[in-house]
């Protein structure tokens, strides 16, 4: 059992709000997973304040809280040819740097593979810990974040450690995560399978973090998240609810039998998804929200195609 928690923001306006309206849904959802939680937010404040399309942030953590941050952006940059400012927040770092993710993503595999990738994006952090989720959404300053839209997830481990690195979300390709709630039965076949396709890369025995480099490379091949996700039915086996994110869409799937809860409410302004209605009722113009159960085997995206 665990916790799923989503929001994506229609109106700009509210966007300011992001982390007040997010955080309340992730701490409704501790009881479903209380081994650990995590928070994936989309928002540009590092691609504005730089004034550059080209800026990129990299989501990372380390088990040593004294470990050398600006020794890492020091030697990343001389290898890169760029600049690169690290930001600290807890116990993780946000660097940020222009050029392109995927490659500073392999550097860092390269070079520092003690070091975990939490996201590599545009617009995308990731931020996980062990605990309960009320003391990480503070800890990582939730709350007062402003963005676009946000997923998180409360753990209950049932397949891997229970560790920071085996929390969610997972991010494996550029500002794309996901968040799982149940257990796929053939992801060793599925992390084989995309071994020998291309340089997919994995650094935790999750089986969520399959499914996110499924997703990843369904998408490299030219397919929308809603396509990638249709093809996640005839590929990944098991039980499962997901939600997505993208650098500007969201989107939920059920498995074909649907055994792990879900539920969507839609409003003029928002969109929001969660394993119990409970985290959702409190939002702004919840009494005149579309709400329902996601149906068994049904893509739902907004945003991007």
Not at 16 to 30: I, T
Not at 50 to 55: E, K, L, S, V, Y
Not at 66 to 87: K, S
Not at 101 to 130: C, D, N, Q, T
Request: hydrophobic fraction near 45%; proline fraction near 5%; charged fraction near 20%.
């Amino acid at each position: 059992m665990c916790g799923i928690a989503g929001l994506f923001l229609k109106t700009p306006e509210l966007q300011p709000k992001l982390g007040a309206l997010f955080s309340p849904m992730l701490r409704e959802m501790s009881e479903r997973g209380p081994d650990s939680a995590g928070i994936a937010v989309y928002r540009d404040v590092g691609r504005n304040a730089a004034g550059d399309p080209r800026h990129c942030k990299l989501s990372l953590y380390h088990a040593d809280p004294a470990f050398d941050w600006d020794g890492l952006a020091h030697d990343l940059g001389a290898a890169a040819g760029i600049a690169v400012e690290v930001e600290r927040l807890a116990s993780h770092a946000l660097l940020h740097a222009t050029g392109a993710p995927a490659k500073l993503r392999a550097w860092l595999l390269a070079e520092r593979p003690e070091v975990r990738i939490m996201s590599a994006g545009h617009s995308l952090e990731i931020y996980k810990e062990i605990g309960l989720p009320a003391a990480i959404l503070e800890r990582f300053a939730v709350p007062q974040m402003a963005g676009s839209h946000a997923i998180g997830h409360t753990r209950m481990a049932t397949e891997s450690a229970v560790t920071t690195e085996g929390a969610h979300p997972f991010n494996t390709g550029d500002d794309l995560c996901l968040v799982h709630n149940g257990s796929l039965s053939n992801h060793h076949q599925v992390k084989r399978w995309l071994q020998r396709r291309g340089d997919a890369r994995f650094q935790t025995e999750n089986d969520s973090e399959v499914a996110a480099g499924y997703l990843t490379y369904r998408l490299s091949e030219g397919a929308s998240i809603a396509e990638a996700l249709e093809a996640a039915l005839t590929d990944l086996d098991g039980f499962y609810t997901f939600a997505v994110g993208t650098g500007d869409g969201f989107a939920v799937l059920r498995d074909p039998i649907a055994c792990k809860p879900a539920v969507l409410a839609e409003t003029d302004d928002w969109v929001a998804m969660a394993s119990e209605f409970r985290a959702i009722a409190r939002l702004p113009g919840v009494e005149q929200a579309r709400v329902w159960e996601p149906a068994p085997g049904q893509v739902y995206s907004w945003g991007s195609e």
